[in-house]
């Protein structure tokens, strides 16, 4: 059997949608493994648990090699990212650690795995994606909300720190009793107790709650729906490009046209 025909057999399997299915329960499985060891439990069934851990281990060596042999031009592999991360999780957790200093650092690898999900689910990777590309707009929403929230706070350090000094007694304090008020955690509490000097002071809360929770939550949320649109459009485009690979332009069925029409006056001459 030729190379070629090996990386072929290996691109079906990659791309069999039973076999993708397979790798998804095999990171599940991995991350309920995962989470029953943070239970109180017999030897016996430690044991048995590191089985399963070095058997999914393995498993992830195979499907990671599967990938790899699948890729027509294998340094092509390693220009994706998530294929370098994957690439990194499955080597570490090779690494025979549990027994030594390192233990703590071979059990958050074997965590991480986890998000191996986000790379074998495209969706998943559209998500991410997409938020990673609204940083940029998004660090100007949270700057502007780190503005408001620092001014809120000094006012509420300067009028409120002697009604309740574990709540206001300086302004980074005053910055943690606002994060409170905007996540509604007994902020009501909160308010009444200042009320009780300052009995206007409930316009301080709900303007501050209507700049956060209102207004700038939401604006987050549109940058990020945005951008996701954006991506799925890009993806939508890509599709029908290579649908319409190889299938006539309207330039090109004008530029035959032309031609046909040239041939003729011609033979009419």
């Given at each position: 059997?030729?190379?070629?025909?090996l990386q072929s057999r290996f691109d079906r399997l990659r791309s069999n949608?039973?076999?993708?299915?397979?790798?998804?329960?095999?990171?599940?499985?991995?991350?309920?493994?995962?989470?029953?060891?943070?239970?109180?439990?017999?030897?016996?069934?430690?044991?048995?648990?590191?089985?399963?851990?070095?058997?999914?281990?393995?498993?992830?060596?195979?499907?990671?090699?599967?990938?790899?042999?699948?890729?027509?031009?294998?340094?092509?592999?390693?220009?994706?990212?998530?294929?370098?991360?994957?690439?990194?999780?499955?080597?570490v957790s090779l690494i025979p650690i549990d027994d030594t200093e390192m233990?703590?650092?071979?059990?958050?690898?074997?965590?991480?795995?986890?998000?191996?999900?986000?790379?074998?689910?495209?969706?998943?990777?559209?998500?991410?994606?997409?938020?990673?590309?609204?940083?940029?707009?998004?660090?100007?929403?949270?700057?502007?909300?780190?503005?408001?929230?620092?001014?809120?706070?000094?006012?509420?350090?300067?009028?409120?720190?002697?009604?309740?000094?574990?709540?206001?007694?300086?302004?980074?304090?005053?910055?943690?009793?606002?994060?409170?008020?905007?996540?509604?955690?007994?902020?009501?509490?909160?308010?009444?107790?200042?009320?009780?000097?300052?009995?206007?002071?409930?316009?301080?809360?709900?303007?501050?709650?209507?700049?956060?929770?209102?207004?700038?939550?939401?604006?987050?949320?549109?940058?990020?729906?945005?951008?996701?649109?954006?991506?799925?459009?890009?993806?939508?485009?890509?599709?029908?490009?290579?649908?319409?690979?190889?299938?006539?332009?309207?330039?090109?069925?004008?530029?035959?046209?032309?031609?046909?029409?040239?041939?003729?006056?011609?033979?009419?001459?």
């Amino acid at each position: 059997m030729s190379s070629r025909d090996l990386q072929s057999r290996f691109d079906r399997l990659r791309s069999n949608k039973v076999f993708e299915l397979f790798v998804v329960g095999i990171i599940i499985f991995s991350a309920l493994v995962i989470g029953a060891k943070t239970y109180p439990l017999p030897d016996y069934l430690h044991a048995v648990l590191r089985a399963l851990d070095t058997g999914i281990t393995l498993f992830f060596l195979v499907e990671i090699s599967i990938r790899f042999f699948a890729e027509a031009d294998k340094r092509n592999f390693f220009k994706s990212g998530w294929n370098i991360f994957d690439t990194l999780i499955v080597i570490v957790s090779l690494i025979p650690i549990d027994d030594t200093e390192m233990a703590l650092i071979g059990r958050l690898i074997r965590i991480f795995r986890v998000l191996r999900m986000v790379s074998i689910i495209p969706e998943l990777r559209m998500l991410l994606n997409s938020l990673l590309k609204a940083l940029p707009q998004l660090g100007y929403v949270m700057l502007l909300m780190f503005i408001i929230f620092y001014i809120y706070a000094a006012v509420g350090s300067t009028f409120f720190a002697a009604i309740n000094p574990d709540l206001w007694g300086n302004i980074s304090i005053g910055m943690l009793t606002l994060f409170r008020v905007m996540t509604f955690e007994d902020w009501t509490d909160v308010m009444y107790e200042t009320m009780e000097v300052y009995s206007l002071s409930w316009i301080y809360y709900l303007s501050f709650i209507f700049f956060t929770t209102f207004a700038f939550l939401n604006m987050i949320i549109g940058i990020v729906v945005n951008v996701l649109e954006d991506e799925r459009r890009k993806i939508r485009d890509e599709e029908e490009l290579e649908a319409n690979v190889g299938q006539p332009t309207i330039q090109d069925l004008k530029q035959q046209l032309d031609a046909i029409q040239g041939m003729l006056e011609e033979k009419a001459r």
